[in-house]
């Protein structure tokens, strides 16, 4: 038997810390030329579309759940959308009904887009039969899942250059609601996720 081949039972197969600090540094300078390329106000008014879709689809699930009108008002003097439980379907929210107010984050606002999903629009708020509460445009969401009006809600980032839109349409019946981007090049909308 020959002692010369055989391994030493402490040596184990692995990295050195000098491989692991040059793989380190390649991929910093990998991330370092990648980063400015990377388009983060699109997933910044993708975010923001998609939380407005969630306020909705809440609001409805609620209805649904609990059997009582939820009231989503659109303030857009405070870039928000609020929600009331109209827990005893009387069409007035007492001070004891719970209200919650979700803000758009990151800059977006309510804005006007250069065209509309279906038809040139004057306004970031389209519904056929929209509602007021407090002088806000409304929409309700009943027991059944349906809204009182459809729905079409544009969003976008700051001014700028580079300025993003996103919108929301909610269908009235259903109660179903979709988000869509804005292609600019194209000049036409596509629905979100899908690209």
């Known amino acids: 038997m020959a002692i010369g081949n055989r391994k030493s039972p402490h040596t184990t197969p692995g990295f050195t810390l000098a ?12 991330m370092a030329m990648a980063a400015p390329r990377i388009d983060f106000t699109r997933y910044r008014v993708d975010a923001a579309a998609q939380n407005l879709r969630s306020v ?8 649904l759940l609990r059997q009582f009108d939820v009231v989503v008002s659109i303030d857009t003097a405070h870039q928000a959308l609020k929600t ?5 379907n009387d069409g007035i ?7 919650r107010t979700y803000t758009l984050n990151d800059g977006m606002s309510f804005a006007v887009p250069p065209t509309g999903l279906d038809s040139a629009v004057t306004s970031a708020i389209v519904g056929s039969q ?11 969401f009943h027991r059944d899942g349906a809204a009182t009006s459809d729905l079409q809600l544009y969003l ?8 993003a839109y996103r919108a929301l349409r909610l269908i009235r019946g259903t109660g179903r609601t979709d988000w869509y981007r804005y292609d600019t090049g194209a000049g036409t909308w596509k629905l979100g996720g899908l690209q």
């Open 156 to 163: 976008a980032t700051p001014d700028g250059p580079n300025r």
């Open 84 to 88: 009331a439980e109209d827990v005893n």
């Open 19 to 30: 491989e692991i600090m040059i793989v380190l540094v390649m991929v910093g300078v990998l």
């Open 93 to 99: 929210i007492q001070p004891a009904e719970h209200k």
């Open 56 to 63: 909705l689809m809440q609001a409805q699930r609620i209805a």
């Open 130 to 140: 929209l509602g007021h509460m407090d002088g806000l445009p409304t929409i309700t």
